[in-house]
Protein backbone atom coordinates (compact mmCIF):
# COMPACT_ATOMS: atom_id res chain seq x y z
CA UNK A 1 0.00 0.00 0.00
CA UNK A 2 3.29 2.19 0.19
CA UNK A 3 2.75 5.00 -2.21
CA UNK A 4 -0.91 4.67 -2.85
CA UNK A 5 -3.50 7.36 -1.41
CA UNK A 6 -5.08 5.74 1.38
CA UNK A 7 -8.56 6.71 3.52
CA UNK A 8 -9.33 5.49 6.71
CA UNK A 9 -13.03 5.17 7.99
CA UNK A 10 -14.18 5.12 11.64
CA UNK A 11 -17.23 3.22 11.83
CA UNK A 12 -19.74 3.17 14.82
CA UNK A 13 -21.74 -0.11 15.57
CA UNK A 14 -22.35 0.16 18.95
CA UNK A 15 -21.83 1.92 22.20
CA UNK A 16 -18.79 2.77 24.00
CA UNK A 17 -14.70 2.75 22.92
CA UNK A 18 -14.71 -1.06 21.68
CA UNK A 19 -18.07 -0.38 19.67
CA UNK A 20 -16.04 1.72 16.83
CA UNK A 21 -14.39 -0.51 13.58
CA UNK A 22 -11.71 1.09 11.36
CA UNK A 23 -11.95 0.59 7.89
CA UNK A 24 -8.77 1.15 5.45
CA UNK A 25 -9.87 1.76 1.97
CA UNK A 26 -7.11 2.35 -1.53
CA UNK A 27 -8.62 5.03 -3.28
CA UNK A 28 -6.52 4.57 -6.68
CA UNK A 29 -6.47 3.79 -8.70
CA UNK A 30 -9.71 1.68 -7.93
CA UNK A 31 -11.18 2.15 -4.65
CA UNK A 32 -11.24 -0.97 -2.80
CA UNK A 33 -11.52 -2.32 0.86
CA UNK A 34 -7.65 -3.08 1.90
CA UNK A 35 -8.17 -3.51 5.62
CA UNK A 36 -10.88 -4.07 7.99
CA UNK A 37 -9.78 -4.11 11.80
CA UNK A 38 -11.39 -4.07 15.28
CA UNK A 39 -10.55 -0.58 16.99
CA UNK A 40 -8.91 -1.40 20.63
CA UNK A 41 -10.22 0.04 23.46
CA UNK A 42 -8.96 3.97 23.45
CA UNK A 43 -6.17 4.29 25.57
CA UNK A 44 -5.71 7.47 28.38
CA UNK A 45 -5.53 10.93 26.79
CA UNK A 46 -2.33 12.08 26.05
CA UNK A 47 -1.40 15.67 27.10
CA UNK A 48 -2.35 18.26 24.63
CA UNK A 49 0.63 19.61 22.35
CA UNK A 50 1.47 23.03 21.92
CA UNK A 51 -0.66 24.66 19.14
CA UNK A 52 1.14 24.24 16.13
CA UNK A 53 0.63 27.39 13.67
CA UNK A 54 -2.31 28.07 11.70
CA UNK A 55 -1.68 26.78 7.94
CA UNK A 56 -2.55 28.83 4.89
CA UNK A 57 -6.30 28.64 4.25
CA UNK A 58 -7.50 26.22 1.87
CA UNK A 59 -9.44 27.08 -0.92
CA UNK A 60 -12.85 26.78 -0.41
CA UNK A 61 -14.62 22.83 -0.86
CA UNK A 62 -17.26 22.87 -3.71
CA UNK A 63 -20.67 22.92 -2.59
CA UNK A 64 -21.92 19.48 -2.12
CA UNK A 65 -25.41 17.99 -3.14
CA UNK A 66 -28.36 18.79 -1.05
CA UNK A 67 -29.27 15.82 1.75
CA UNK A 68 -32.21 15.03 2.30
CA UNK A 69 -35.14 17.05 4.24
CA UNK A 70 -34.43 16.47 7.96
CA UNK A 71 -36.94 15.54 10.47
CA UNK A 72 -39.16 18.20 11.23
CA UNK A 73 -37.74 19.46 14.82
CA UNK A 74 -40.30 19.74 17.79
CA UNK A 75 -42.85 23.05 17.81
CA UNK A 76 -41.03 26.20 19.74
CA UNK A 77 -42.43 27.31 22.79
CA UNK A 78 -45.02 29.90 21.97
CA UNK A 79 -43.83 33.46 22.06
CA UNK A 80 -45.41 36.29 24.07
CA UNK A 81 -48.28 38.17 23.31
CA UNK A 82 -48.13 40.79 21.12
CA UNK A 83 -49.39 44.30 21.36
CA UNK A 84 -52.92 44.91 21.23
CA UNK A 85 -53.60 46.30 17.39
CA UNK A 86 -55.52 49.06 16.92
CA UNK A 87 -59.01 49.32 17.58
CA UNK A 88 -60.96 48.12 14.59
CA UNK A 89 -64.01 50.00 13.27
CA UNK A 90 -67.40 50.08 14.86
CA UNK A 91 -69.42 47.89 12.41
CA UNK A 92 -73.28 48.73 11.36
CA UNK A 93 -75.39 48.42 14.36
CA UNK A 94 -77.58 44.91 14.34
CA UNK A 95 -81.26 44.62 14.15
CA UNK A 96 -82.57 44.61 17.54
CA UNK A 97 -83.72 41.91 19.31
CA UNK A 98 -87.10 40.67 21.02
CA UNK A 99 -87.66 42.53 23.80
CA UNK A 100 -87.08 40.15 27.08
CA UNK A 101 -89.85 39.69 29.35
CA UNK A 102 -90.63 42.08 32.09
CA UNK A 103 -88.52 42.16 35.07
CA UNK A 104 -89.50 42.12 38.92
CA UNK A 105 -90.57 45.95 39.99
CA UNK A 106 -87.84 47.33 41.79
CA UNK A 107 -88.33 48.19 45.77
CA UNK A 108 -89.45 51.77 45.46
CA UNK A 109 -86.31 54.31 46.62
CA UNK A 110 -86.72 56.29 49.71
CA UNK A 111 -88.25 59.63 50.00
CA UNK A 112 -86.03 62.41 49.39
CA UNK A 113 -85.84 65.55 51.59
CA UNK A 114 -89.06 67.73 51.41
CA UNK A 115 -87.96 70.91 49.58
CA UNK A 116 -88.71 74.80 51.53
CA UNK A 117 -91.77 75.63 50.22
CA UNK A 118 -92.27 78.04 47.69
CA UNK A 119 -93.69 81.38 48.04
CA UNK A 120 -97.63 81.64 47.03
CA UNK A 121 -98.52 82.94 44.08
CA UNK A 122 -101.55 85.25 43.74
CA UNK A 123 -104.69 83.79 43.63
CA UNK A 124 -106.26 83.13 40.07
CA UNK A 125 -110.22 83.49 39.00
CA UNK A 126 -112.39 81.35 40.17
CA UNK A 127 -112.84 78.57 37.23
CA UNK A 128 -116.55 77.16 36.01
CA UNK A 129 -118.75 74.97 38.21
CA UNK A 130 -118.50 71.37 37.04
CA UNK A 131 -121.34 69.19 36.22
CA UNK A 132 -123.30 67.92 39.22
CA UNK A 133 -122.43 63.83 39.45
CA UNK A 134 -125.85 61.46 39.34
CA UNK A 135 -127.51 60.91 42.00
CA UNK A 136 -126.92 58.31 44.98
CA UNK A 137 -128.86 55.43 45.64
CA UNK A 138 -132.10 55.80 47.70
CA UNK A 139 -131.48 55.16 51.41
CA UNK A 140 -133.62 52.42 52.70
CA UNK A 141 -137.69 53.08 53.82
CA UNK A 142 -138.53 53.46 57.63
CA UNK A 143 -140.31 51.27 59.08
CA UNK A 144 -143.80 51.72 58.99
CA UNK A 145 -145.85 53.87 61.96
CA UNK A 146 -148.51 51.75 64.15
CA UNK A 147 -152.02 51.07 62.80
CA UNK A 148 -154.80 52.84 64.77
CA UNK A 149 -157.06 51.25 67.09
CA UNK A 150 -160.49 49.55 65.23
CA UNK A 151 -163.65 51.14 66.03
CA UNK A 152 -166.63 48.62 68.06
CA UNK A 153 -168.51 46.73 65.44
CA UNK A 154 -172.78 47.22 65.71
CA UNK A 155 -175.41 44.48 66.29
CA UNK A 156 -176.28 42.25 63.42
CA UNK A 157 -179.58 42.63 62.19
CA UNK A 158 -182.21 39.76 61.40
CA UNK A 159 -182.17 38.59 58.19
CA UNK A 160 -184.87 39.18 55.63
CA UNK A 161 -186.14 37.71 52.18
CA UNK A 162 -183.86 38.47 49.38
CA UNK A 163 -185.28 40.94 47.69
CA UNK A 164 -185.69 41.90 43.90
CA UNK A 165 -181.77 43.59 42.62
CA UNK A 166 -182.44 46.90 42.78
CA UNK A 167 -180.82 49.31 40.23
CA UNK A 168 -177.31 49.69 41.21
CA UNK A 169 -177.17 53.15 43.35
CA UNK A 170 -174.86 55.57 42.02
CA UNK A 171 -171.48 55.95 43.97
CA UNK A 172 -171.35 57.22 47.05
CA UNK A 173 -170.01 60.47 48.63
CA UNK A 174 -165.85 59.00 49.19
CA UNK A 175 -165.68 59.32 53.11
CA UNK A 176 -163.33 61.98 54.30
CA UNK A 177 -159.37 61.03 54.75
CA UNK A 178 -158.39 59.25 58.23
CA UNK A 179 -156.06 61.32 60.31
CA UNK A 180 -152.63 60.29 59.31
CA UNK A 181 -150.91 57.91 61.57
CA UNK A 182 -147.71 59.17 63.22
CA UNK A 183 -144.37 59.11 61.02
CA UNK A 184 -142.75 56.47 61.72
CA UNK A 185 -138.87 57.33 62.75
CA UNK A 186 -136.00 57.68 60.05
CA UNK A 187 -134.14 54.75 58.74
CA UNK A 188 -130.44 54.35 58.77
CA UNK A 189 -129.21 56.89 55.86
CA UNK A 190 -128.21 54.83 52.87
CA UNK A 191 -124.43 54.34 51.69
CA UNK A 192 -123.43 56.88 49.13
CA UNK A 193 -123.39 57.14 45.94
CA UNK A 194 -120.42 56.67 43.70
CA UNK A 195 -118.88 59.95 43.23
CA UNK A 196 -119.53 61.88 39.48
CA UNK A 197 -117.15 62.21 37.01
CA UNK A 198 -114.99 65.50 37.62
CA UNK A 199 -115.89 68.64 36.12
CA UNK A 200 -114.62 70.48 33.16
CA UNK A 201 -111.67 72.61 34.60
CA UNK A 202 -112.49 76.18 34.49
CA UNK A 203 -110.87 78.49 32.40
CA UNK A 204 -107.76 79.84 33.53
CA UNK A 205 -108.10 83.35 35.47
CA UNK A 206 -107.09 86.99 33.82
CA UNK A 207 -103.19 87.41 34.62
CA UNK A 208 -102.97 90.38 37.47
CA UNK A 209 -101.66 93.09 37.34
CA UNK A 210 -97.52 92.67 37.66
CA UNK A 211 -96.56 94.22 40.78
CA UNK A 212 -93.91 97.30 41.51
CA UNK A 213 -90.11 96.23 41.08
CA UNK A 214 -88.55 95.34 44.11
CA UNK A 215 -84.71 96.67 44.77
CA UNK A 216 -82.26 95.27 42.32
CA UNK A 217 -80.47 92.65 44.54
CA UNK A 218 -78.36 89.30 43.74
CA UNK A 219 -75.72 90.65 41.92
CA UNK A 220 -73.22 92.05 45.03
CA UNK A 221 -70.62 94.96 44.37
CA UNK A 222 -69.74 95.90 40.70
CA UNK A 223 -68.61 98.93 38.69
CA UNK A 224 -67.92 100.19 35.33
CA UNK A 225 -64.82 102.83 34.76
CA UNK A 226 -62.70 103.87 32.03
CA UNK A 227 -60.31 106.95 31.01
CA UNK A 228 -59.77 109.19 28.39
CA UNK A 229 -56.37 110.75 29.03
CA UNK A 230 -53.15 109.99 27.54
CA UNK A 231 -50.43 108.79 29.79
CA UNK A 232 -46.76 108.78 28.34
CA UNK A 233 -44.92 106.06 30.52
CA UNK A 234 -41.47 106.80 31.17
CA UNK A 235 -38.63 103.81 30.54
CA UNK A 236 -37.75 101.64 33.65
CA UNK A 237 -40.76 103.34 35.41
CA UNK A 238 -43.67 101.56 37.53
CA UNK A 239 -46.72 103.79 36.22
CA UNK A 240 -50.51 103.12 38.17
CA UNK A 241 -53.12 103.29 35.16
CA UNK A 242 -55.57 106.25 35.83
CA UNK A 243 -59.37 105.35 35.96
CA UNK A 244 -61.04 108.89 35.70
CA UNK A 245 -64.33 108.17 34.58
CA UNK A 246 -67.06 106.48 36.56
CA UNK A 247 -70.22 104.48 34.60
CA UNK A 248 -71.90 103.26 37.44
CA UNK A 249 -70.80 101.83 40.41
CA UNK A 250 -71.94 99.79 43.53
CA UNK A 251 -70.00 98.46 46.58
CA UNK A 252 -66.41 99.28 44.75
CA UNK A 253 -65.01 102.88 43.76
CA UNK A 254 -61.94 104.70 42.26
CA UNK A 255 -60.18 106.22 44.77
CA UNK A 256 -56.91 108.48 44.37
CA UNK A 257 -57.73 108.43 40.51
CA UNK A 258 -56.40 104.65 40.60
CA UNK A 259 -57.10 102.29 43.44
CA UNK A 260 -59.74 100.16 42.54
CA UNK A 261 -61.48 100.03 46.34
CA UNK A 262 -63.92 97.19 48.01
CA UNK A 263 -66.59 98.42 50.63
CA UNK A 264 -67.63 94.65 51.19
CA UNK A 265 -65.41 91.86 51.68
CA UNK A 266 -65.76 89.13 48.65
CA UNK A 267 -63.68 87.60 45.71
CA UNK A 268 -63.93 90.09 42.30
CA UNK A 269 -63.23 89.96 38.71
CA UNK A 270 -61.68 92.55 37.88
CA UNK A 271 -61.33 92.85 33.56
CA UNK A 272 -59.38 95.39 31.89
CA UNK A 273 -58.24 96.43 28.32
CA UNK A 274 -55.77 99.24 27.49
CA UNK A 275 -55.17 100.76 24.34
CA UNK A 276 -51.03 101.41 24.18
CA UNK A 277 -49.03 103.21 20.92
CA UNK A 278 -45.81 104.31 20.65
CA UNK A 279 -43.70 106.79 18.44
CA UNK A 280 -40.20 105.14 17.92
CA UNK A 281 -39.52 102.35 15.05
CA UNK A 282 -38.40 99.22 15.96
CA UNK A 283 -39.88 96.61 18.62
CA UNK A 284 -39.99 97.39 22.11
CA UNK A 285 -41.87 95.94 25.06
CA UNK A 286 -44.29 97.02 27.78
CA UNK A 287 -45.06 94.96 31.52
CA UNK A 288 -48.90 95.17 33.21
CA UNK A 289 -49.20 93.70 36.56
CA UNK A 290 -51.60 94.35 39.51
CA UNK A 291 -50.68 95.76 43.13
CA UNK A 292 -53.03 95.10 45.86
CA UNK A 293 -52.37 97.63 48.88
CA UNK A 294 -49.30 99.01 47.62
CA UNK A 295 -47.39 95.60 47.24
CA UNK A 296 -46.90 93.88 44.04
CA UNK A 297 -49.04 90.69 43.31
CA UNK A 298 -46.76 87.73 43.15
CA UNK A 299 -47.28 86.28 39.50
CA UNK A 300 -49.70 88.72 37.92
CA UNK A 301 -47.09 90.63 35.26
CA UNK A 302 -47.61 90.27 31.52
CA UNK A 303 -45.27 91.02 28.91
CA UNK A 304 -46.18 92.32 25.53
CA UNK A 305 -44.31 93.72 22.28
CA UNK A 306 -45.13 96.79 20.28
CA UNK A 307 -43.69 97.14 16.24
CA UNK A 308 -43.52 99.93 14.66
CA UNK A 309 -44.81 103.67 15.13
CA UNK A 310 -47.47 105.79 15.57
CA UNK A 311 -50.91 104.39 14.94
CA UNK A 312 -49.41 101.66 13.18
CA UNK A 313 -47.38 100.05 16.59
CA UNK A 314 -51.36 100.55 18.37
CA UNK A 315 -52.16 97.31 20.15
CA UNK A 316 -55.33 96.58 22.60
CA UNK A 317 -54.34 94.61 25.67
CA UNK A 318 -56.99 92.92 27.42
CA UNK A 319 -57.59 90.19 30.46
CA UNK A 320 -58.33 89.72 33.97
CA UNK A 321 -57.73 89.09 37.22
CA UNK A 322 -59.66 87.13 40.44
CA UNK A 323 -58.87 88.74 43.58
CA UNK A 324 -60.18 88.45 47.04
CA UNK A 325 -60.84 91.37 49.63
CA UNK A 326 -60.79 89.78 53.13
CA UNK A 327 -61.11 93.35 54.75
CA UNK A 328 -63.32 96.37 53.90
CA UNK A 329 -61.26 98.82 51.72
CA UNK A 330 -59.02 96.92 49.94
CA UNK A 331 -57.32 98.28 47.21
CA UNK A 332 -55.94 96.97 43.71
CA UNK A 333 -53.95 99.23 41.20
CA UNK A 334 -53.12 98.31 37.88
CA UNK A 335 -49.30 99.22 36.89
CA UNK A 336 -47.89 99.55 33.43
CA UNK A 337 -44.27 100.24 32.87
CA UNK A 338 -42.06 100.73 29.48
CA UNK A 339 -39.05 98.61 29.34
CA UNK A 340 -37.62 99.45 26.22
CA UNK A 341 -38.86 102.56 24.66
CA UNK A 342 -37.57 105.53 25.68
CA UNK A 343 -39.35 107.56 28.19
CA UNK A 344 -42.41 109.75 26.53
CA UNK A 345 -41.62 107.26 23.35
CA UNK A 346 -44.49 104.52 24.28
CA UNK A 347 -47.72 105.37 26.13
CA UNK A 348 -51.69 104.52 27.09
CA UNK A 349 -53.98 106.60 24.04
CA UNK A 350 -56.94 107.72 23.94
CA UNK A 351 -58.77 108.29 20.89
CA UNK A 352 -61.08 111.42 19.82
CA UNK A 353 -64.21 110.62 17.62
CA UNK A 354 -63.67 109.68 14.24
CA UNK A 355 -65.92 109.62 10.88
CA UNK A 356 -66.19 107.89 7.75
CA UNK A 357 -68.38 106.41 9.15
CA UNK A 358 -69.23 108.91 12.31
CA UNK A 359 -67.77 106.28 15.86
CA UNK A 360 -67.31 107.44 19.07
CA UNK A 361 -63.86 108.25 21.26
CA UNK A 362 -61.64 105.48 22.26
CA UNK A 363 -60.71 105.39 25.44
CA UNK A 364 -57.01 104.64 26.46
CA UNK A 365 -58.28 102.36 29.44
CA UNK A 366 -61.79 100.19 30.22
CA UNK A 367 -61.76 98.73 33.60
CA UNK A 368 -64.91 96.77 34.88
CA UNK A 369 -65.20 94.82 38.89
CA UNK A 370 -67.51 92.54 38.85
CA UNK A 371 -68.25 90.17 42.52
CA UNK A 372 -68.30 86.51 42.27
CA UNK A 373 -68.18 85.13 45.72
Given at each position: ?12 T ?18 E???V ?15 G ?77 G ?5 G ?16 Q ?8 Q?L ?45 R?A ?6 F ?10 D ?74 AL ?67
Open positions: MRGLPLAALLLTGFGASASTIVIIRLAPASVVESQAGESGPRGPAGEQERGPEGEPGKVGAAGPPGVSGLDGVDGAAGDRGPRGRIGAPGEDGTRGPRGPRGLPGAAGLRGERGESGETGAQGLQLQGPQAEGVQGAQGLQGAQGIGAQGIEGEGRGLQGAAGIDGTIGIAGLPGETGPQGPAGPVGPQGIQGLQGEKGEGTGERGGGAHGSFYDITVPLNLDQATPVPLGQTDFATGVSIIGGTQITMAVTGRFNISFSIQIEKTDAGTDWVSIWLRKNGDNVPWSNTDATGSDANSRIVLAWNFFVEATTVGDYWQLMIASTTSASGKMLIQSVDPQIDPVRPAIPGTILTVNQVG
